[in-house]
């Protein structure tokens, strides 16, 4: 096995365990390496809009035959796809609309597939073989142990047929790998298209003072530099949503990774004032009023989130929410957002992070209403704290700024539309490269 990677190296990282740093000098949006996917699968609700192998976006794509879900660009994307396509393809068709695996079946399912058929190292491997990936089987919590049998289940019900399994236990650290080493592919809005595992990538340690990005061209991974990085600086990235407090942070990092984060910006916090930013009046808030309207905040983010799932309500590329369930309406989800947004106005500032988050899920929910204005109303109120809050090249701004200039273009706001669309393409440069297809789309919509 290789140590190195042109530009890169596997390293003992001090307090981390293995980690990667450059070997040279990188500015702000190189490229310091791309990774193929080792296994990939594309999510069941963007078959029709995306090629199943490639990840391509374009309309009249053509479907299997057999099973008349899987899409392709052409017959070279179809057979090539076809070792991985073949394990779904009759069950669908025997299941019918009781085949209902979940992503993360679908994707330990192609791995297995993948480990039998290899002979000799993939593309993806360079720095690290896919089981030497993390799994923290013994850090799993009774919670998880359960949703991890559950998935093995899944498993063995619908691709026995064509598989051969491991022991439990070996199934159970290859789901835990998988929850702990995997990526969502996402498109330039930050909605889900699937779902990958790049070993070489999952070297990469966390911090929420992040000095790289990582985008999807197709399934291949791209690390690019958002800071300037110096020979054997370490790569970092964030594993999470990096715009809440550090406590939020950091119980989500012990929650889905097992450890706390000791970055910088962990240790000083600098930004937390900011993130719960309350409303100006002569006399202050008692710390008790605050605290307390935090833990209102996260109560209701449970509560939604709870609600969404009962609901059976997915995320959907262009609106934010796909209802499956047509008595899970709307409205009910808006009105929840309002009135959390009522309630937390009374002490929080509109720049709040608990605020943004729930104007957020409002904007969702106006887009699949088709209530274009209330999203832009939602959206205008995020994007400046967004700009103050993330990073300079983050993804969030510039997907936020797409999702509005978009809107504007729709309304006829032309120059606000254009506006809003130069400056998602500044940050997309950066964060995806000047060549990706995203970038030709763009430019194509702004001419």
Not at 41 to 56: D, I, P, Q, T
Not at 310 to 329: C, R, T, W
Request: glycine share 6%.
């Amino acid at each position: 096995m290789k140590d190195t990677i042109q530009g890169v190296e596997r390293f003992d990282s001090p307090g981390k365990g293995r980690g990667l740093r450059v070997t040279k000098p990188f500015k702000v949006g190189d490229l310091i390496f791309s990774c193929p996917a080792y296994s990939f699968v594309l999510s069941a609700k963007e078959r029709g809009s995306y090629c199943e192998y490639c990840f391509n976006r374009k309309e009249g794509l053509a479907r299997c035959g057999k099973c008349k879900k899987a899409c392709y660009c052409n017959a070279t994307c179809q057979r090539a796809d076809w070792s991985m396509h073949k394990l779904e393809c009759s069950s669908m068709v025997a299941y019918g609309p009781n085949w209902c695996p979940s992503e993360t079946v679908r994707l330990v399912a192609r791995i297995l597939a993948a480990m039998k058929t290899q002979k000799e190292r993939n593309a993806s491997e360079n720095l690290m073989l896919i089981g030497e990936m993390q799994t923290h089987v013994e850090d799993v919590d009774n919670a998880r142990r359960e949703v991890n049998e559950s998935e093995i289940a899944g498993l063995h019900r619908f691709y026995s047929k064509h598989l051969d399994f491991p022991d439990h236990s070996a199934l159970l650290a290859l789901f835990s790998q998988v929850a702990c080493n995997g990526f969502t592919v996402e498109d330039e809005e930050l909605s889900h298209m699937g779902t990958a595992v790049y070993p070489d990538v999952a070297l990469i340690n966390h911090s929420c003072q992040p000095s790289v990005i990582v985008t999807f061209k197709g399934t291949t991974a791209e690390v690019r530099a958002v800071t300037p990085m110096k020979k054997m600086d370490e790569v970092m990235i964030s594993y999470i949503d990096i715009l809440y407090p550090t406590d939020d942070r950091n119980s989500r990092l012990r929650d889905s990774y097992y450890f706390t984060c000791d970055c910088q910006e962990c240790k000083t916090k600098s930004k937390d004032k900011a993130k719960l930013k309350v409303r100006k009046r002569s006399d202050p808030y008692e710390p008790e009023v605050v605290s307390g309207m935090v833990r209102y905040a996260r109560k209701k983010m449970g509560e939604f989130r709870a609600i969404k799932s009962e609901k059976n309500i997915l995320l959907s590329s262009k609106s934010g929410f796909v209802f499956l369930d047509s008595l899970a309406p709307p409205s009910e989800l808006l009105e929840m957002c309002v009135q959390s947004l009522d309630e937390m106005g009374t002490v929080f500032d509109d720049a709040n992070v608990y605020m943004l988050h729930m104007m957020y899920q409002a904007m969702g929910v106006c887009l699949y209403l088709g209530d274009w204005d209330g999203a832009i109303h939602y959206g205008e109120k995020i994007l400046k704290p967004y700009s103050v809050l993330y990073p300079a090249y983050s993804l969030n701004v510039s997907s936020m700024y797409l999702k509005l200039g978009r809107l504007y273009m729709g309304l006829e706001k032309r120059s606000r539309g254009l506006n809003a669309l130069k400056k998602a393409m500044a940050i997309m440069e950066v964060a995806h490269g000047k060549d990706h297809q995203y970038m030709a789309e763009l430019r194509k919509e702004i001419k």
